[in-house]
């Protein structure tokens, strides 16, 4: 059974840092992109950054760019985003999510999905 499942949300001050942790399972996901997701109360699921299968590449959301960083772990099978500068724009629901194609910033493009992990940034 594939299972993605997220780790290190929790509440923090604007201005601190939180690190999420994605690890997958199941089958082998060191051939596929690696995305991050949010999505903040009552909106829509919105791209945050995303990672191919080498490491090698990242694509960011311009609100996060130069805050987050998305990074694989030795195995390729777990995903990071280590967050910066945190705002209470930033409060969402965060979901790992996995691809067999390239990058993008879509959703609909996502195979896997985790069951997501709540950040919460106080001002």
């Known amino acids: 059974q594939v299972q993605l499942v997220e780790s290190g949300g929790g509440l923090v001050q604007a201005g601190g840092s939180l690190r999420l942790s994605c690890a997958a399972s199941?089958?082998?996901?060191?051939?596929?992109?690696m995305g991050w997701f949010r999505q903040p109360p009552g909106k829509e699921r919105e791209f945050v950054a995303a990672i191919t299968s080498s490491g090698g590449s990242t694509n960011y959301a311009t609100s996060v760019k130069d805050r987050f960083t998305i990074s694989r772990g030795d195995a390729k099978n777990t995903v990071y985003l280590q967050m910066n500068s945190l705002k209470p724009e930033d409060t969402a629901v965060y979901y790992c999510?996995?691809?067999?194609?390239?990058?993008?910033?879509?959703?609909?493009?996502?195979?896997?999905w985790g069951q997501g992990t709540q950040v919460t940034v106080s001002s």
């Open positions: 999510a996995a691809t067999s194609f390239a990058i993008a910033t879509s959703p609909t493009f996502y195979n896997y």
């Open positions: 199941g089958r082998t996901f060191s051939n596929y992109v």
